[in-house]
């Protein structure tokens, strides 16, 4: 007899023989639901922290005015090496006052403020950008200035 045909039972009701088949596939299922579960929860912290691949084209945004190599000036100063760096630091860019004074260090925390309302952050600076407006674009953008700065 071929599987997926019907067969009757001693009780005279019909069964199918794909309820076996069924019954493999939904604990397949099960085990890789499982497998899937457990491998998104161990890389959560790597979602968390941003796509560099996703912040490279929300880094377009910004490459008119800074450059991504090393001592390079454009409009801005270069966002090599950033992330972790004191604001205005570069020695060959003119930084406003109020940069030069904040103190601040870059860190992912500070750029994550800054990234949303750079007045706001630091009153007085002089970059005329509004800020970005989706919130996953900053843990992104944060990603790829540490992935280019490596």
Known sequence: MRKGTFIRTPNDKRCLIVIERIETIIKLHKILFSVATAVLISTGPAF????????KKVFNK???CHALKVGTKKV???RHGIV???VGSESYFKYSKAMKASG????????DRYL???????SKNKLPFG????????ANII???KFVSN
Request: aromatic share 10%.
């Open 104 to 111: 601040i260090e870059w860190t992912a925390e500070n750029l």
């Open 131 to 138: 800020g970005l407006k989706k919130a996953k674009g900053f």
């Open 48 to 55: 968390a922290d941003g796509d560099a691949k996703i912040g």
């Open 143 to 145: 990603a790829y200035l």
């Open 76 to 78: 801005g100063p270069s």
């Open 84 to 86: 972790g760096r004191k």
């Open 62 to 64: 910004c490459r008119a």
């Open 116 to 122: 949303k309302a750079p007045k706001k952050f630091i």
